[in-house]
């Protein structure tokens, strides 16, 4: 055992705050708008170029992302949207928002990913036009392969939902050796991503929304501020006046104020050093845990990783849960499987259904993984899993 005993609780994710931000954000408090004002177009921008998209909407969470780009592509009662199992709740609850139905594909046990063949199953389980969208998962931060979804979608005539809240700054690398980022709109009709604290950028709640086509980046701009525009291009009646707007169909109020996005500015200037200190502390985890019996990692080594989680599976994931907290050390689960929770076992799924996923779920945890964790506080973590699997 190593002398070494952190300061510190260290949970799996935390937010890295520094002056920078702290004086980005007081800079917004003083000036003229709190909100509707000039850091959100800012945060946009730079944010698409980011991840290389042409456009990005700025939101209030994931989850309101997730909301207005199933409204943009008019997910209606009846529609069949398929999506992992391996995921926050909010990738399926998206679609019961607006009355579609979700149906789940098994994941692929190598990546905690979605199987895209096993997605090819469903389709061919049923008549082309059965199912209507695909909302993939970058579970992790490691990028799902977009090209091949597309053609897979393309096939059964299904738009794409990329749900990216794991991964901005992540890749996959194409047919052609190109890597192509996480957001990019390359290959998904839309792209969301999550800025909760415990995300590669935080704004403390927020979200964003990236496409490459306009005609959605319009729909959602309206729906962002309930359905009402200003624009003079858009108004379907002659202006009263410079006061005029108009509300042309049901939105939300789903906008990100200014504050949160010079903070998300402020962050997004770092982003790529956290990402490669993430990458730095994922590879001396894969090294560490090469050398501990019984521990398996989840795609170890992936090429384009963005680790926002750093997950591994024991076989008695609870007793090593436990143990860690009375070392300090807060791991998390990620996730129960979505088909598991009592509101979509109420809609007819059940266990069994999906036994990768829940093989999965029996065995998975998500181990202390930030920026700002140390050398000496990552060994630590290591020393204690491993003395966990030698007493059991």
């Known amino acids: 055992m190593m002398s070494f005993v952190p300061t510190r609780p260290l949970p799996y994710g935390r937010q890295h705050i520094t002056e920078a931000d702290v004086a980005a954000v007081t800079a917004a408090l003083h000036g003229d708008f709190l909100t509707q004002g000039p850091k959100v177009a800012e945060f946009e921008e730079k944010f698409a170029a980011y991840v290389g998209a042409t456009y990005a909407v700025a939101v209030a969470n994931g989850t309101a992302a997730l909301h207005l780009c199933a409204l943009a592509l008019n997910v209606q009662p009846g529609q069949r949207v398929i999506t992992s199992p391996i995921t926050f709740a909010a990738s399926a609850n998206c679609v019961r928002y607006c009355g579609g139905e979700v149906h789940f594909a098994d994941i692929d046990p190598a990546t905690g990913l979605i199987d ?164 730095q502390l994922a590879a001396r985890y894969d090294a560490a845990f090469a050398q501990v019996p019984g521990v398996q990692v989840l795609a170890p080594g992936r090429p384009g990783h963005a680790y926002h989680l750093y997950v591994i599976q024991v076989a008695d994931r609870k007793g090593l849960y436990d143990f860690l907290k009375t070392k300090q050390i807060f791991a998390q689960v990620h996730y129960i499987p979505v088909h598991r929770m009592p509101y979509y076992e109420s809609l007819g799924w059940r266990e069994g259904d999906f036994p990768l996923a829940e093989n999965y779920y029996a065995h998975g945890l998500s181990i202390p993984l930030f920026p700002t964790l140390t050398d000496d506080e990552q060994d630590y973590v290591v020393s204690c899993i491993a003395e966990f699997l030698v007493k059991s």
């Open 116 to 279: 895209l063949q096993q997605v090819r199953a469903l389709l061919e389980a049923q008549p082309k036009g059965y199912f209507t969208g695909l909302i993939p998962v970058d579970f992790a931060g490691l990028a799902v392969d977009l090209e091949a979804a597309r053609k897979l979608a393309d096939e059964f005539g299904l738009w794409i939902i990329e749900d990216s809240c794991h991964a901005p700054g992540g890749f996959f690398v194409d047919s052609q050796g190109r890597e192509q980022h996480c957001g990019n709109g390359r290959f998904a009709d839309l792209a969301i991503f999550s800025f909760h604290p415990v995300k590669h950028i935080a704004t403390g709640e927020g979200g964003m929304i990236t496409t490459n086509n306009e005609a959605l980046y319009r729909h959602l701009l309206r729906l962002r501020t309930h359905g009402i525009t200003r624009d003079p291009a858009d108004l379907q009646r002659p202006s009263d006046g410079g006061w005029y707007m108009e509300m042309q169909e049901l939105g939300y109020n789903y906008r990100l104020p200014d504050f949160n996005c010079a903070l998300g500015i402020s962050q997004l200037q770092r982003a790529d050093a956290g990402l490669a200190r993430r990458r």
